[in-house]
C-alpha cells in the first residue's frame, strides 16, 4: 500500500480506480482513489495545486465512506416519542413535503428556508438555489460560507467590480518575492499549500505574517506581526501610510488603472506608525520593515483569510489591505496582488449560482431585472414569480421560529448547531421550528435534532464540479455508487420538487444539471459557458470567467482592465474602529478562534475518523504562561471560558504562542467544548459575516 494511504472496505467489489479531489479544503488537491476487493485507497495524484501532496486529512478521508456511523435509511422523529426512528424513503419525503405544504399555507411561502454548505457542488449549490426560488419560491436561502469569505467577497466586488478568492493562479506564490499572509494559516489549514511557499523561499523570497498567534506557519516566516485581534485595519492603514512617506505609491498605475485614491491618501495620513503600535501592539520597526519588503518588491502578493475577515468591520479590513495592494500597483501582474485563501471546498463555486441570499446563478444579483430575466429564462418560469433578496446567515437563523420568521428549515451540507456563533442561541432557534429537515451522511449535531434525517451520497459516490480557491473548476468523479438506500442531494431536490408540483423538471443527472447551469451564467460576471466536463479533463481545470467553449479561460484577471463599468479599480477610504465587543472588569480577556491541523469545520467528518482523533482528541483552550500564571490555572486543567453568550469547557494549553491578553480554541468541537458557545454574534453590515474573531471573556478553573 502507498505510504499515507488508507483504506475503506465494502466487500465483494471489483477493481477501479478515480481521479478525483480531496473532500475537505478549496484547495482541492489532486488524489486518486483505487478499490480493490472492497478496499478503498488514496493514492497521490499530480495536479498544479498539490503537485502529488495530501495533508493527514486527505490521506484518511476514504475512511469515511463506509463508517460505521454511516447514515444509510432515513430518519423521522415519532410524534409519541420524540426519537427518531427509521423510515422508508417515502414516508420520510412524504412528510416534508406535508410538513411544507402546512407551514407555508398557514404563514406564506417565506415561512420554509434553506440552508446550505460551502462543501456542495456547484450542481447541487445551483440546484438548491433553483429549488429554493421555483418549487418553495422563497426568499429564505443562504448558506455557511456566508461565514467563510464573504468579506472578501464583498470587498473584492466593491473594489474589483468581481469576487474570485484568487485572481491568479496558485503558482503565482512561488513567485512573489514578498509574501504577505493576513490571518491565514495555511500550514495547518492547507498543508500542500506550503509547496508553493517553498517555491518563494527557494527564489530568495520573503513571507511575512500577521496573527495574533505564533502559528505552524508564522514559524516559517521571515517576520511575525502579533496584533491584538480586531487591529488588522489599522495595521494596513499604516502600511499604507508608510509606503506613501516613502515614495513607494505606483503613481501610474494609480493614475492609469483605478479612482478615489485621493480620498484614501487623506484617510491614512492619520495613522502614523506610532499611534498603530500603540492601538495594535505592533513595533513600529516591524511596521516599517513590513511596507519597505512589500514597497520595494519587484512583485509581492498580499493574502488575507478568516482572521482578518471573521469581524463586524470585516469588509473593511480586507479592503484597506486592497488599497495598499492597489497603492503598490499589484493587482493584475504576474506574481502580484491581492487574493483571499477560500476556507470551504467549494466555497469559491458554491457562492456563485445561487445559495447566497441575493444572488442568481453566475454570480448576478437578484434584483437585476435583467438578472432576473434572463435566469427565469432558463428556468422556463416567470421573472416575476422570483422572490426577492432574502436576508444572510445569521440573520435567517436567528429568525427561525419567530413570529416573523421560516417556521421550516431544510438543511443540505451544514452543522449550524456547531459552527454558528451564539451557537446556544441558534440551537434553541432550531428546535423551536414546526419542521426542520437535514440531508448529511452522518448524525451531526443539527441532524440529532431533526423531525426528518435524510441520507445521502458522499464525495466519492457521485460526478460533479468544484471551483477551487483559484476559481478553477474541477471533475469531481464518483468512484462507486452510493450504498443501498442512500440517494444524492440531486435525487432528493428532484423527489421533493415533483412532489410540491414544481411547475418544471428539476434533473437529478449531474451533467445534465450542469449543462444548464452553463446556460444559467452565461453573460454573468462568473460565467461558466464555455466549462465542458470534456475541456475539465482536457486541461486540468478551468477557470472562470469562460464564455466561449472554443475560446481561453482566464488564469489570471485584471491584466488589461478591471471588470467595473469605467475599467478601473476603486479605492475606498476605511477607518479603524473597536471590536463590537471591548474588555472589560468583568471580561478582561479577549477570545478568537481557528482551526487546528487534524480537524476540520464543525469536525463531523474528522471527529470520527480514527488517525486523526488520535492526533486531535480534544478541543482545548489556548493560554499564554503569564496568563495562566496569574490565573493559577496550570497546563491541563480544566478551565471555562465565559463570555455575555455562554461559555466553553477544556483543558488548558499554556503556550507561548499565544499573547498574554488573547485567548484561543479551535472551533471544531461540539458540548460543553463548543466554542461557539462563546463567540460574538455581531455581524458585518455588508456583508452579514459575524464577529468569530474577537469577543470579551473571563477565564476561571472548571470543576473536573
Not at 162 to 176: E, H, I, K, S
Request: proline fraction near 8%; glycine fraction near 10%; hydrophobic fraction near 40%.
Amino acid at each position: 500500500m502507498t505510504d499515507g494511504a488508507r483504506v475503506a472496505t465494502r466487500p465483494g467489489v471489483a477493481s477501479r480506480e478515480a481521479a478525483t479531489h480531496c473532500p475537505y479544503c478549496a484547495l482541492q488537491c489532486g488524489m486518486t482513489l483505487r478499490e480493490t476487493g472492497g478496499r478503498v485507497e488514496v493514492l497521490p495524484r499530480q495536479f498544479p495545486t498539490n503537485r502529488g501532496g495530501l495533508c493527514q486529512k486527505g490521506w484518511t478521508a476514504a475512511e469515511l465512506l463506509d463508517h460505521p456511523e454511516r447514515l444509510t435509511t432515513p430518519l423521522v422523529r415519532d410524534p409519541a416519542t420524540d426519537e427518531q426512528r427509521p423510515a422508508s424513503w417515502a414516508e420520510a419525503l412524504d412528510r416534508i413535503a406535508a410538513g411544507i405544504r402546512t407551514v407555508q399555507t398557514g404563514h406564506g411561502r417565506d415561512a420554509v428556508a434553506v440552508f446550505g454548505g460551502g462543501g456542495l457542488t456547484n450542481e447541487k449549490a445551483y440546484a438548491l438555489g433553483k429549488f429554493a426560488r421555483v418549487a418553495l419560491r422563497t426568499r429564505h436561502i443562504d448558506y455557511n460560507g456566508r461565514w467563510c469569505m464573504s468579506s472578501a467577497a464583498a470587498a473584492g466586488i466593491r473594489a474589483f467590480g468581481v469576487d474570485r478568492g484568487l485572481p491568479f493562479p496558485l503558482a503565482d506564490l512561488g513567485r512573489a518575492e514578498t509574501l504577505l499572509l493576513v490571518g491565514a494559516n495555511p500550514a495547518e489549514t492547507m498543508p500542500p499549500l506550503l509547496r508553493h511557499l517553498a517555491d518563494q523561499r527557494e527564489r530568495g523570497g520573503r513571507l511575512i505574517v500577521i496573527d495574533p498567534r505564533v502559528t505552524a506557519t508564522a514559524r516559517q516566516a521571515d517576520l511575525h506581526l502579533q496584533p491584538l485581534p480586531g487591529t488588522d485595519l489599522a495595521v494596513a492603514n499604516a502600511l499604507l501610510h508608510i509606503a506613501l512617506t516613502e515614495g513607494w505609491l505606483d503613481r501610474d498605475y494609480v493614475a492609469d488603472r483605478t479612482t478615489g485614491f485621493d480620498a484614501v491618501r487623506r484617510t491614512v495620513a492619520g495613522y502614523w506608525p506610532a499611534e498603530v503600535e500603540r492601538l495594535s501592539g505592533v513595533p513600529m520597526a516591524d511596521l516599517e520593515a513590513t511596507a519597505r519588503a512589500l514597497g520595494t518588491a519587484g512583485s509581492a502578493i498580499i493574502l488575507t483569510a478568516r482572521g482578518a475577515e471573521q469581524h463586524a468591520k470585516g469588509v473593511d479590513t480586507v479592503t484597506a489591505f486592497v488599497n495598499l495592494a492597489l497603492a503598490l500597483g499589484l493587482p493584475g501582474r504576474p506574481g502580484s496582488g491581492y487574493g483571499c485563501l477560500t476556507g470551504q471546498g467549494n466555497g469559491q463555486g458554491g457562492r456563485e449560482h445561487g445559495q447566497k441570499a441575493d444572488q442568481l446563478p453566475g454570480y448576478r444579483k437578484i434584483d437585476d431585472p435583467a438578472a432576473r430575466e434572463h435566469v427565469a429564462g432558463v428556468w422556463g418560469v416567470p421573472a416575476d414569480d422570483l422572490p426577492g433578496p432574502g436576508v444572510p446567515a445569521y440573520r435567517l437563523l436567528d429568525s427561525l421560529g419567530t413570529p416573523d420568521g421560516p417556521r421550516a428549515l431544510l438543511v443540505f451540507g451544514s452543522n449550524p448547531v456547531v459552527s454558528a456563533p451564539r451557537a446556544a442561541r441558534i440551537e434553541s432557534r432550531l428546535r423551536d421550528l414546526d419542521l426542520l429537515v437535514v440531508a448529511d451522511f452522518l448524525r451531526s449535531e443539527t441532524a440529532a435534532l431533526a423531525d426528518v434525517v435524510l441520507p445521502v451520497a458522499q464525495w466519492a459516490e457521485e460526478d460533479g464540479t468544484m471551483t477551487n480557491l483559484e476559481g478553477r473548476v474541477l471533475r469531481r468523479r464518483a468512484l462507486r455508487e452510493p450504498p443501498p438506500g442512500v440517494r444524492t442531494d440531486l435525487a432528493v431536490l428532484a423527489d421533493l420538487a415533483a412532489r410540491l408540483d414544481a411547475p418544471v423538471d428539476f434533473p437529478s443527472e449531474p451533467r445534465t444539471v450542469f449543462t444548464e447551469l452553463r446556460r444559467a451564467s452565461a453573460g454573468g460576471p462568473a460565467d461558466y459557458a464555455g466549462v465542458t466536463w470534456e475541456r475539465i479533463d482536457a486541461e486540468t481545470g478551468v477557470f472562470w470567467p469562460c464564455p466561449d467553449p472554443d475560446g481561453p479561460d482566464t488564469p489570471r484577471l485584471f491584466a488589461d482592465r478591471f471588470p467595473t463599468p469605467d475599467g478601473r479599480a476603486r479605492f475606498h477610504p476605511v477607518t479603524h474602529r473597536p471590536a463590537a465587543e471591548e474588555v472589560c472588569a468583568e471580561y478582561p480577556l479577549h477570545f478568537t478562534t481557528g482551526r487546528v491541523l487534524a480537524q476540520y469545520q464543525s469536525g463531523t467528518q474528522t471527529r470520527r475518523v480514527s488517525a486523526l482523533r488520535r492526533a486531535a482528541p480534544d478541543a482545548f483552550v489556548e493560554l499564554h504562561p503569564d496568563l495562566a500564571a496569574r490565573l493559577g490555572i496550570d497546563d491541563g486543567e480544566p478551565v471555562r471560558v465565559v463570555s455575555r453568550r455562554g461559555e466553553l469547557r477544556a483543558p488548558a494549553r499554556v503556550s507561548t504562542t499565544i499573547r498574554p491578553d488573547t485567548v484561543f480554541a479551535p472551533f471544531h468541537w461540539a458540548g460543553a467544548a463548543r466554542a461557539n458557545s462563546v463567540t460574538n454574534d455581531a455581524v458585518d453590515p455588508v456583508s452579514g459575516m459575524p464577529e468569530f474573531k474577537i469577543c470579551a471573556v473571563r477565564v476561571e478553573r472548571a470543576e473536573p
